[in-house]
């Protein structure tokens, strides 16, 4: 792979995160050395981090994320805020309704389930307050379930007293989905011969 894919690949993952990827992870997953990684992320974050740019890459420790230039905090703050007490959009109930039902589920599951990238939405319910996530490391991925405050702002004690939730958690069509998802992912770590 080429230095220039490298980068390509690692700017593609910072932005699709939305949180703080370690050299560790973006190494693993590009399938390049720590070393590399952290040069070609550099690169990126000097060619981000200029005053005319809105949005910045950060590191703190061995990590890095995309987020806004500080410059302009105050914009972000702003939407943030009306994102926090704005209603929710159609696909964010939708997504919302899975993850009570299905949850925890990961982002792929999800968007198995949907059909549609699930990214934003995701953030937007993070900020919320909505839901939350976890590692999941025999998944090797983020576990999304839903909040407490979720929970009390519905007034049930836990997702098993929502409405038709037993019908609902393990519905036919989508474990045949989910199905046919784990079925792709183990061809393609499947060892060629």
Request: aromatic letters at 6%; hydrophobic letters at 40%.
């Amino acid at each position: 792979m080429t230095h220039h894919t490298l980068r390509l690949r690692i700017e593609s993952l910072l932005f699709l995160a939305g949180r703080s990827m370690s050299v560790k992870k973006l190494a693993e997953i590009t399938m390049a050395s720590a070393d590399e990684v952290t040069v070609a992320a550099e690169e990126i974050m000097k060619e981000y981090n200029q005053e005319s740019r809105g949005v910045h890459v950060m590191k703190a420790a061995q990590s890095y994320q995309m987020a806004t230039n500080p410059a302009v905090a105050h914009v972000a703050k702003d939407f943030i805020k009306s994102e926090q007490s704005g209603e929710l959009t159609k696909p964010s109930l939708e997504t919302l309704t899975i993850v009570a039902y299905r949850g925890p589920i990961t982002k792929a599951e999800l968007e198995q389930i949907r059909g549609v990238n699930c990214s934003l939405i995701l953030r937007n319910l993070l900020i919320k307050g909505l839901i939350e996530f976890h590692e999941d490391k025999e998944k090797m991925a983020a576990i999304y379930q839903v909040t407490m405050e979720f929970l009390q702002f519905l007034g049930v004690h836990r997702v098993e007293e929502l409405p038709d939730y037993d019908r609902l958690h393990r519905h036919e069509h989508i474990e045949q989905l989910l199905k046919q998802q784990q079925e792709s992912v183990n061809t393609d770590e499947a060892p060629v011969s």
